[in-house]
């Protein structure tokens, strides 16, 4: 075949026009996805904030739809594991479904956690979750003399946006969100001193400690740690307060960590408080791994249970009960620093379920801690 | 088998550009001065861009690097970046090697010395407005289409005074073949700027997008024609006429390059989708997409094949000539890039590796390692050969050459193993995307450092060509020859 200039311009034009009418007509000439059962058009606020989404290049690095294998993505679990539906994004323009996973997916995220969370995330990821690598977002707030921070409009748009994603089942979290922290604010708010910057002795109050309890099954009320508080059992529970919790819970433990300190309402938990440690309503390790495995909506406390293995949030739990004495001061929790949480009679009468003592099935409740947590060396049973 | 090559004559004025003063507007009409404008530009912007790249790959290792510096921010650096060595660095690159190339196979002087100059100068305030309007958020958030629209517009503006510079050239040329080359640039001119215009949605101003799912569809059509259909054709275009110059072989077979340019542009044009393999979009176009992107073994195997048979018997010329080296480890890395490619495009394994770091890895492979190995290569062949000097320093370039290698393929294996590990993660453990970041951390840094070392082979370049223009060594006669034939 000879080429000549001619052959070249025109064939080279006729066969590439040729697919593009196949793969680039035709799909808009055929495919019309109609709007699915969660799309929804934007508010204008929402609006506005994607536009920040899209300023920022957030769809670098987070993609926006889920696939039937995805169940580790945020807001998956809670949406039944809805795959994306083509109708999903009838309202986007353009859509943004992203190419990369440096973070999370984020087609489900809205609702996922309250405002507070987003608000401290999006000024210094690190604040809750100190294994992002995400930019922080901190040129988003105003900060006057005084050194207090403000959000910008634009971070409240981006907000608005980023609690919608999910379209209507986000709707549904936020709303839950939103009721659940009102819930807190009620149970803390008289109890907590105003005139202490970040007091949160509101925390221990009767009200806030029931609060907390209505977010637990009944049966894990007074269940107790399986796993025997020996020495790997603190040290490795102390690793993994460490590397997940310090941004908001603080490294005292006092719930003082950046995040709380500047954005959080309710505050993180104080674990530092002995007497609560020991007896308190709310902290029974049965109430704890609850805690930790599922999260506390309506507060920042995130979920951990995708991350963190059953025996990790048992010795998670196992050493936040040092904290009192000293578990993170120290350079290693030792096991006498460690306090035998006991049910309080109050506790005991709330809870219909009996104590289920560890190898032997469900027993009598007994303020007695089985065998295996007095002498956490021996062999299991 | 005829073979085709265009005749090759050695400069006519050696040393004609230092011979006497000119103006500064007089330069601008001198022969190949547009070539080597935008050759320099482009090193510019390589060494800046990558300067760039290094930035967005420290982010991943120390996220608080830059913490708090909006036009620093991740999502703001990395369109910097990409666009930067898409369209300043490479795209910049293949024009001037295009203007070089042209003339010499058309037997005349490019139609416009000074229309090319032009376009050369319009093009890098296009450069410095794209990055600073990224850098200030301003984007149409869709890869490599985020230049908003008076940009795209200006871009649009640049590709048509090219085309109509190459087009004229052609259009009145003594040489009366078209070579191999020339038919890819052809391939390149008219294909890519209405790949552009579709892909950028250029008639709907705000957005620069389709509602729905169907912009998606549009825009990974575009995402992969800009790498299919102008980075893949101009590049094997450029590196069909640098081997055979610096070999001084003939082009082994013709039918194998007719073969490869018509497949290229058939099936390169269909695999658009498999950027979407697993999205809620339909199925007939990922299959379409499936089958196009195993069938461009066709255009890539014929290509490779034409290549090494026309290396035969010339091999140890690599180690004679720095240009050489460059073009055919590019040649290389495009081959196993085209291998990497058609496994992506299946379903089974895109399921591992789509969404990790592994596709960043395909995509330097690609981009990097083929496409910026064959145009460094045709730098340091186009610069010395029109100046009519000889290169600065050839050690230089062979450290510019290591560096780059070696970075590379530091660059690139990290990556491949990040990637399996993340897919590997997220497959096997259902851990959240966080859990496995820590997993992948020590590949990340093993990046940014390889990433360092060919950050600094594109300053050499810099450095290197620079020198070269203002105090590299003038050729006598008869040595052109040896120059022509990247001797250097
Ligand atoms: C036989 C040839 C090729 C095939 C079948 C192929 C296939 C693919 C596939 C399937 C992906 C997407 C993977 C994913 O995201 O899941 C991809 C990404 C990519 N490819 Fe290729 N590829 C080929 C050659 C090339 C060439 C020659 C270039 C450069 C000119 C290139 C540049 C890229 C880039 C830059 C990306 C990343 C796109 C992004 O996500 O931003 N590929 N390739
Ligand atoms: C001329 C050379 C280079 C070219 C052509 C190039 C090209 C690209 C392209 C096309 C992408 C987008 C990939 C995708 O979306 O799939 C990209 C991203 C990136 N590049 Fe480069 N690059 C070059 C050099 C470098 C260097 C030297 C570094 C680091 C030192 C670097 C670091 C990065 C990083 C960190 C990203 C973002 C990856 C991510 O989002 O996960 N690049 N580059």
Redesign the interface.
């Known amino acids: 075949m000879r080429m000549t200039l001619g052959s070249a311009v025109v064939g080279a034009a006729i066969v590439v026009f040729s697919v593009i009418f196949v793969v680039v007509a035709m799909p808009v000439l055929v495919f019309h996805p109609t709007p699915s059962d969660i799309a929804e058009p934007y508010t204008a606020a929402q609006l506005r904030g994607r536009q920040v989404y899209e300023a920022n290049g957030c769809f670098y690095c987070h993609s926006q739809y889920i696939r039937p294998q995805d169940w580790n993505q945020p807001g998956v679990t809670d949406s039944n594991g809805r795959v994306a539906q083509s109708g999903d994004f009838a309202y986007q323009q353009p859509t943004m479904l992203g190419q990369h996973r440096n973070g999370p997916d984020l087609s489900e995220e809205g609702g996922v956690h309250p405002d507070d969370w987003q608000y401290a995330h999006f000024f210094n990821p690190r604040f809750v979750n100190p294994k992002s690598i995400m930019p922080q977002f901190s040129f988003l707030w105003t900060t006057d003399s005084a050194g207090n921070v403000t959000p910008t409009q634009d971070l409240k748009d981006l907000v608005a946006y980023v609690q919608n994603l999910g379209g209507k089942l986000a709707d549904e979290r936020y709303a839950e969100q939103v009721s659940q922290k009102a819930l807190f604010a009620n149970a803390i708010g008289a109890q907590a001193n105003p005139n202490v910057p970040g007091d949160v002795s509101g925390q221990f109050s009767d009200t806030n400690q029931k609060a907390l309890l209505s977010v637990v099954p009944q049966k894990f009320w007074t269940l107790l740690d399986p796993v025997p508080p020996d020495q790997r059992s603190l040290i490795d529970g102390k690793t993994i307060y460490v590397t997940n919790c310090i941004g908001c819970h603080g490294v005292q433990g006092n719930g003082e960590g950046p995040a709380s300190q500047f954005f959080l309402n309710p505050y993180a938990y104080n674990f530092t408080n002995a007497k609560n440690m020991t007896s308190g309503l709310s902290t029974s390790p049965g109430s704890l791994y609850e805690h930790i495995l599922y999260g506390i909506k309506g507060t920042a406390m995130q979920p951990f249970g995708q991350d963190l293995t059953v025996q990790n949030i048992w010795d998670l739990t196992n050493f936040l009960y040092t904290i009192p004495n000293g578990g993170l001061t120290a350079a290693e929790p030792t096991m006498d620093m460690f306090i035998q949480w006991r049910p309080s009679t109050e506790l005991n009468q709330l809870s219909n379920a009996p104590l289920v003592s560890p190898g032997q099935g469900s027993a009598q409740i007994s303020t007695q801690p089985p065998i295996a947590y007095r002498q956490p060396n021996q062999a299991w049973h | 088998m005829s073979s085709a090559t265009g005749t090759i004559a050695p400069p006519r004025y050696p040393g004609y550009a230092a011979s006497r003063r000119m103006s500064w507007l007089e330069s601008l009409s001198q022969p190949n001065s547009a070539a080597r404008n935008f050759i320099y530009s482009a090193t510019f912007w390589v060494a800046v861009t990558d300067t760039i790249g290094l930035v967005t790959s420290a ?2 290792v120390d ?2 690097l830059f ?4 036009w620093l ?4 650096v ?2 910097m970046h990409v666009n930067g060595v898409a369209f300043l660095w490479l795209s910049m690159g293949y024009v001037g090697v295009f203007f070089y190339i042209i003339p010499k196979l058309c037997g005349r002087p490019l139609y416009s010395e000074r229309l090319a100059n032009i376009t050369m100068i319009l093009w890098n305030i296009w450069g410095v407005a794209l990055i600073l309007t990224l850098g200030a ?7 490599y289409a985020e230049a908003i629209w008076p940009l795209d517009i200006w871009f649009v503006i640049l590709l048509g005074l090219t085309a109509y510079n190459i ?1 004229m050239t ?2 009145t040329r003594i040489e009366p073949k ?1 070579y191999v080359s ?2 890819y640039i ?2 390149a001119l ?2 890519f700027p ?1 790949v552009y215009m ?1 892909g950028n949605v250029i008639w709907n101003p705000p ?13 990974w ?1 575009y995402g992969h024609n800009i790498l299919g ?1 102008w980075f893949t054709t101009g590049g094997v275009g450029i590196a069909y006429y640098m081997i055979p110059a610096i070999t001084r072989t003939p082009v082994y077979s013709h039918l194998l390059s ?1 073969v490869g340019f ?1 497949t290229l ?2 099936f390169y ?2 695999v ?2 498999h ?2 393999l ?5 199925g007939w ?1 990922k299959t ?2 499936t089958l196009g992107s195993i069938s461009l073994f066709v255009p890539v195997l014929t290509f490779i094949t034409n290549i090494f048979m026309t290396m035969r018997g010339n091999w140890q010329k690599i180690y004679e000539s720095v240009p050489l080296k460059f073009i055919i480890t590019g040649v290389i890395f495009y081959l196993i890039t085209c291998i990497q490619g058609p496994f992506q495009a299946t379903q089974s394994f895109n ?1 591992l590796i789509h ?2 770091q592994w ?2 890895g395909h995509a330097h492979l690609a981009l990097l390692g083929a496409f910026t190995f064959i145009l460094m290569g045709a730098c340091y062949y186009v610069i010395p050969i029109t100046l009519g000097r000889r290169i600065f320093s050839v050690k230089l370039a062979e450290a510019q050459f290591w560096l780059m290698t070696l970075g590379f393929l530091g660059f690139f294996i990290s990556l491949q193993i990040a990637g399996l590990i ?1 897919g590997a993660c ?2 096997t453990t ?6 496995c ?2 997993a992948i951390r020590p590949y990340l840094i093993a990046r940014s450092v390889s990433g360092a070392l060919m950050v600094s082979g594109g300053w050499i370049q810099l450095y290197n060509l620079y020198k070269t223009a203002t105090a590299g060594e003038f050729i006598t006669a008869p040595a052109p020859a040896a120059v022509e034939a990247g001797g250097l």
Not at chain 2, 67 to 70: D, E, L, T, V, Y
Not at chain 2, 73 to 76: H, L, P, S, T
Not at chain 2, 278 to 282: D, E, I, V
């Open positions: 982010e991943f996220p608080d913490g708090g510096i909006p921010e991740f999502g703001r990395r369109p958020g301003m984007t149409q958030a869709r890869e087009f052609l259009a078209l020339v038919w052809i391939g008219v294909w209405n579709i957005f620069g997008a389709l509602q729905g799912i169907d912009d998606s569809v549009w825009q059509f259909l007719l018509w542009g058939l044009t269909m658009g989708q950027h979407l697993q999205t809620p979009t339909p176009l379409v997409a399921r969404f990790t596709i960043i993340q997220w497959m259902n851990h959240s995307v966080y859990w970041l820590t």
